[in-house]
């Protein structure tokens, strides 16, 4: 089946700083490509869609100048958090669709700001 | 826009059934799937369902109904290892996006 990755699985970084979380399609390509957020106790929230080559579309209430989505080829979308504060630790999962339509998941990024 | 509720939690007994309910609203309705999520690690798929009916797979099952926005998870024989979280999610091709919209989840408790 088809897989994907993220880098890192997990990460903690001081507040202010930024972090960039890969994702990756390893068998397969894919045009479009998704990012989630989970808190702890949550359902998964849509954060922004990317498609590669050309600007993520991001989903209402969700800040694009402070998650920065980069889909620049057919198997890596990059987020990366600008600016990190503690209300942004959380489960960062993407996910990545192929030409039929099919969406698999990463197995998701924790991030801890302190 | 979407909406998609469901249960917050339930309980049932191991080797038991149980019936997880999803009723949903979107305008570019493309399918429905639900996830299985342990705590800590990325959803795992279970099943999608695009037209009216029931989908059998092994110990679970789910239906859908279109014109009445709603669909079920059903387990049977239910084992220790399926307390989880079990996550509706609907496919919306607005925009052409095809993107999957979450429901809140259910989590399951299976007791011995």
């Known amino acids: 089946g088809a897989v994907v990755s993220q880098h890192p699985s997990w990460v903690i970084c001081k507040s202010g700083t930024s972090v960039k979380i890969e994702c990756r399609s390893l068998?397969?390509?894919?045009?479009?490509m998704f990012w989630y957020r989970q808190f702890p106790k949550q359902s998964l929230m849509l954060m922004a869609t990317?498609?590669?080559?050309?600007?993520?579309?991001?989903e209402q209430g969700v800040e694009k100048d402070k998650f920065l989505i980069n889909h620049a080829s057919l198997t890596l979308s990059t987020l990366t958090v600008t600016s990190a504060h503690p209300e942004d630790s959380s489960f960062y999962i993407c996910?990545?669709?192929?030409?039929?339509?099919?969406?698999?998941f990463g197995p998701g990024t924790r991030l801890t700001v302190t | 826009g979407q909406n998609i509720d469901q249960p917050t939690e339930m309980t049932a007994t191991e080797g038991a059934i149980v019936q997880i309910n999803c009723t949903y609203q979107?305008?570019?309705?493309?399918?429905l799937f639900w996830y299985q999520q342990h705590a800590g690690e990325a959803p795992t798929f279970l099943s999608y369902?695009?037209?009216?009916g029931l989908e059998e797979k092994g110990r679970f099952s789910s239906f859908l109904s279109r014109s009445k926005g709603y669909s079920y998870l059903l387990l049977k024989e239910l084992q220790m290892k399926d307390s989880a979280s079990y996550l509706c999610?609907?496919?919306?091709?607005?925009?052409?996006?095809?993107?999957?919209?979450f429901g809140s989840g259910t989590r399951l408790l299976v007791r011995p």
């Open positions: 999610a609907v496919r919306d091709r607005k925009d052409s996006s095809y993107k999957l919209i």
């Open positions: 996910s990545a669709r192929d030409r039929l339509y099919e969406q698999y």
């Open positions: 369902n695009v037209l009216d």
């Open positions: 979107t305008s570019g309705f493309n399918g």
């Open positions: 068998d397969f390509q894919a045009t479009t």
């Open positions: 990317s498609n590669e080559g050309s600007k993520a579309t991001y």
